[in-house]
Nanobody, 124 residues
Framework: QLQLVESGGGLVQPGGSLRLSCAASGFTLANYAVGWFRQAPGKERERILCITRGGLTNYADSVKGRSAISRDNAANTVYLQMNSLKPEDTAVYYC??????????????????WGQGTQVTVSS
């Protein structure tokens, strides 16, 4: 079975940090671009970061300067490091993988695999 599983979410205080993991099973994540998305209740899903197979990144303005995406190919995992967290960062966070070229720089890109999501709550 081919799947993505997010983990690492939880409750964190404002200004704190969190590292989310996106682990792939059944396929090699290094061969895919990976995007991180989030969705808060009543809001549209937002792509916040994306990393290409070659390591190029695309950050949404909402997280630029305080978040980073990285790969651990040996672990078949992509990470999202989030710092200086704000209450408005509260959302369900999803990772998604795409084999097609150019997805990180294409707002209409389709993704092949999606994770189930992990809840991040930023509250004092």
């Amino acid at each position: 079975q081919l799947q993505l599983v997010e983990s690492g979410g939880g409750l964190v205080q404002p200004g704190g940090s969190l590292r989310l993991s996106c682990a792939a099973s059944g396929f090699t994540l290094a061969n895919y671009a990976v995007g991180w998305f989030r969705q808060a209740p009543g809001k549209e899903r937002e792509r916040i970061l994306c990393i290409t197979r070659g390591g190029l990144t695309n950050y949404a303005d909402s997280v630029k300067g305080r978040s980073a995406i990285s790969r651990d190919n040996a672990a078949n995992t992509v990470y999202l490091q989030m710092n200086s967290l704000k209450p408005e960062d509260t959302a369900v966070y999803y990772c998604a993988a795409a084999r097609a070229n150019g997805v990180c720089f294409n707002p209409q890109a389709r993704y092949d695999y999606w994770g189930q999501g992990t809840q991040v709550t930023v509250s004092s």
